[in-house]
């Protein structure tokens, strides 16, 4: 099976970004049947299989929105499932409006606050860093990416008050330099969401987008090793078909 990568939780917005707090809930009661894990003992097995052992997942979010806190949380701890959140570090304080959603108006979409990322670290999240800023790495120079990337953790640090080893691309994307740089920040896994075939390893481990809809049935297609076969092979795109099918 596969790192799960979610972005929010939310009652009413409606995006491929977003589930109900009520399909979430379905989900997490599906997988807690089964084995998740947290993204530290994840990493390292993806890193190097490609994918979880068969009836295990590992649950993750990227963008720090206001329901992860408000409502994922809440329906992960019922579960006693661990988590872990991606932060846009300037976003917590303030300095940094949410504008890399397509679709919607920059800033109309809130992120948690450092307040907030703090109370979700001492209640046992994990939080990782999902950049400084969320630029592209992939269109700045390596030195850009490494600045960005440090500065990012420090802030992080400083937040949580403990190490932030874990980064997640902005929207999935690497090159070979922004690897470097995310290795030589002192990260010891980055992660990325790819849609077709990619490099894997310690600095591109793979996760896949869970979208609303996305229901058990889509969740058990995502879950068999031949998905994460197929979704890193030339017939990616035939399988990402047969989920939006059976959603
Ligand atoms: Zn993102």
Redesign the pocket.
Known sequence: MSILCYHEVDPTWQSTLSVTPANFRQQCEWLSNRRVLSLDEAAPIVASKGRLPRRTSCITF??GFVGVGAYAWPILRQFGLPATVFIVAETMVGEKAVD?VDGTEPGTLQTMTRTEVQRLAAEGMTIGS?SRW?HDLTTLTEAEVYDDLVASRDILEDVTGGPISHLAY??GRHNAGVRRAAERAGYQWAHALPETKDVGGQWAVPRVGVYPGNGKMALRVKSVPLYARLRTSSLGPRMSDLVKTVR
């Open positions: 990227d963008d890399w999902h969320h902005p929207r």
